[in-house]
């Protein structure tokens, strides 16, 4: 068969690579000038740093199979996550741990003492169930906590008071009563040794896939092929007839000094007179490399408007009303699935984008042998 991916990120590089395997012939777009979507790299040229261009990105994964896969393209080198917080004019670890705690409140207390002091001094018990990013954090670490480290960050990034997001936010960010400061807890965790794009271009590294970039997706090109597999926005595919899906996106600025600017990959800013929501360094994601210079980002959110590349999913309850209908709009349409971030309007790690497309080419193939139809989508986004 002859299949048509549209976008050469990680869910159109698996598929394709997958299908191409079984036989298949595979056509990969993407509208940009390279392979790889928002996990592209590339070398700065002046420093030699490894850029992490739309942003870093940081594996990490309980899935031993996605783990084995993506080690087959490429080696990972260990790197661990350690995110700080500047506050109230002192560094702070994150996620919250005993560290955090103790240097926090002036205290030298151990694990249970810890324990005992936010969740009987400190935490709001009063809040049963927390329904807000707010209730959730006041119910978990109390004002003092949620001030100096949530609040502020969380009005940035999304634009909108904490009061206004959904508990389930939160709910990714642990509370450790220990001094462990890695901010994953995964099994495993590493960085590509050269970047992702040429792990990318390795999975695409196969005589029955095409790859072309600076091509936009025309719907007209679904009919010189027998499927679609769409990586691209929901609702661009239908061009956005029912109305835009909603979206925060990301400016960096760019800058360059000599030597090490601020001794850590992430360093976030919790305060909300601090316009940007982080600064990232990236030759501290590549710590087994040595240079001089060194490249880093200021990192601003903002809302997404029709130019902007798309970031981050809102799903407020008026995005998921429209993404209901675009879902009854894209299960009536044939010979197209839609993967990945875009296709499916969610917030997917990176893991979980590839678990996905490893599922869905072997979907694919079940279908073919049972002689059924493929769906829209394989795991429904709602």
Same mark, same amino acid.
């Given at each position: 068969?002859?299949?048509?991916?549209?976008?050469? #990120?990680?869910?159109?590089? +698996?598929? #394709?690579?997958?299908?191409?395997?079984?036989?298949?012939?595979? &056509?990969?777009?993407?509208?940009?000038?390279?392979?790889?979507?928002?996990?592209?790299? =590339?070398?700065?040229?002046?420093?030699? %740093?490894?850029?992490?261009?739309?942003?870093?990105?940081?594996?990490?994964?309980?899935?031993?199979?996605? /783990?084995?896969?993506?080690?087959?393209?490429?080696?990972?080198? @260990?790197?661990?996550?350690? %995110?700080?917080?500047?506050?109230?004019?002192?560094?702070?670890?994150?996620?919250?741990?005993?560290?955090?705690?103790?240097?926090?409140? #002036?205290?030298?207390?151990? @694990?249970?003492?810890?324990?005992?002091?936010?969740?009987?001094?400190?935490? *709001?018990?009063?809040? !049963?169930?927390?329904?807000?990013?707010?209730?959730?954090?006041?119910?978990?670490?109390?004002?003092?906590?949620?001030?100096?480290?949530?609040?502020?960050?969380?009005?940035?990034? /999304?634009?909108?008071?904490?009061?206004?997001?959904?508990?389930?936010?939160?709910?990714?960010? $642990?509370?450790?009563?220990?001094?462990?400061?890695?901010?994953?807890?995964?099994?495993?965790? #590493?960085? $590509?040794?050269?970047?992702?794009?040429?792990?990318?271009?390795?999975?695409?590294?196969?005589?029955?896939? &095409?790859?072309?970039?600076?091509?936009?997706?025309?719907?007209?090109?679904?009919? !010189?092929?027998?499927?679609?597999?769409?990586?691209? $926005?929901?609702?661009?595919?239908?061009?956005?007839?029912?109305?835009?899906?909603?979206?925060?996106?990301?400016?960096?600025?760019?800058?360059?000094?000599?030597?090490?600017?601020?001794?850590?990959?992430?360093?976030?800013?919790?305060?909300?007179?601090?316009?940007?929501?982080?600064? &990232?360094?990236?030759?501290?994601?590549?710590? /087994?490399?040595?240079?001089?210079?060194?490249?880093?980002?200021? =990192?601003?959110?903002?809302?997404?408007?029709?130019?902007?590349?798309?970031?981050? @999913?809102?799903?407020?309850?008026?995005?998921?009303?429209?993404?209901?209908?675009?879902?009854?709009?894209?299960?009536?349409?044939?010979?197209?699935?839609? +993967?990945?971030?875009?296709?499916?309007?969610?917030?997917?790690?990176?893991?979980?984008?590839?678990? =996905?497309?490893?599922?869905?080419? *072997?979907?694919?193939?079940?279908?073919?042998?049972?002689?059924?139809?493929?769906?829209?989508?394989?795991?429904?986004?709602?």
């Amino acid at each position: 068969m002859n299949i048509l991916l549209v976008g050469a #990120g990680l869910s159109g590089a +698996v598929i #394709g690579r997958t299908l191409a395997e079984a036989g298949h012939q595979i &056509t990969i777009i993407d509208g940009r000038d390279h392979i790889g979507g928002n996990c592209h790299t =590339e070398r700065d040229a002046d420093t030699g %740093v490894m850029v992490h261009v739309y942003g870093p990105h940081i594996f990490h994964t309980d899935d031993e199979d996605v /783990w084995n896969y993506v080690n087959s393209f490429t080696t990972f080198m @260990p790197y661990k996550n350690r %995110v700080k917080t500047t506050s109230q004019k002192q560094v702070f670890s994150l996620p919250i741990n005993l560290h955090t705690i103790n240097q926090y409140y #002036g205290k030298t207390m151990r @694990p249970d003492e810890a324990r005992d002091f936010i969740q009987n001094d400190i935490a *709001d018990t009063t809040i !049963a169930d927390p329904q807000t990013f707010e209730e959730q954090a006041l119910r978990f670490v109390g004002p003092d906590l949620y001030e100096a480290f949530f609040k502020g960050y969380t009005i940035k990034q /999304w634009g909108v008071q904490p009061s206004e997001l959904p508990a389930s936010i939160l709910k990714r960010l $642990p509370v450790r009563f220990n001094y462990d400061d890695n901010y994953f807890f995964h099994r495993f965790q #590493g960085m $590509p040794e050269n970047g992702y794009t040429p792990m990318i271009a390795a999975i695409l590294d196969h005589p029955s896939i &095409t790859v072309t970039l600076n091509t936009m997706f025309d719907p007209a090109m679904a009919d !010189a092929h027998d499927h679609v597999f769409y990586s691209g $926005p929901l609702d661009g595919y239908f061009d956005y007839q029912l109305g835009r899906l909603g979206y925060r996106t990301l400016d960096f600025e760019k800058f360059s000094a000599t030597g090490d600017y601020q001794g850590c990959a992430v360093m976030n800013y919790g305060e909300v007179d601090v316009p940007y929501t982080r600064i &990232t360094e990236h030759k501290h994601f590549s710590p /087994w490399e040595d240079h001089e210079g060194t490249v880093c980002y200021r =990192e601003f959110s903002r809302a997404c408007t029709p130019d902007d590349i798309p970031y981050y @999913p809102i799903r407020q309850v008026k995005e998921k009303a429209l993404l209901g209908d675009y879902l009854k709009l894209a299960e009536d349409t044939t010979g197209v699935t839609f +993967v990945g971030r875009l296709g499916t309007y969610r917030y997917l790690d990176m893991d979980v984008t590839i678990r =996905e497309a490893m599922d869905t080419a *072997d979907a694919f193939l079940a279908a073919q042998d049972a002689g059924t139809a493929m769906p829209a989508f394989v795991k429904p986004p709602l």
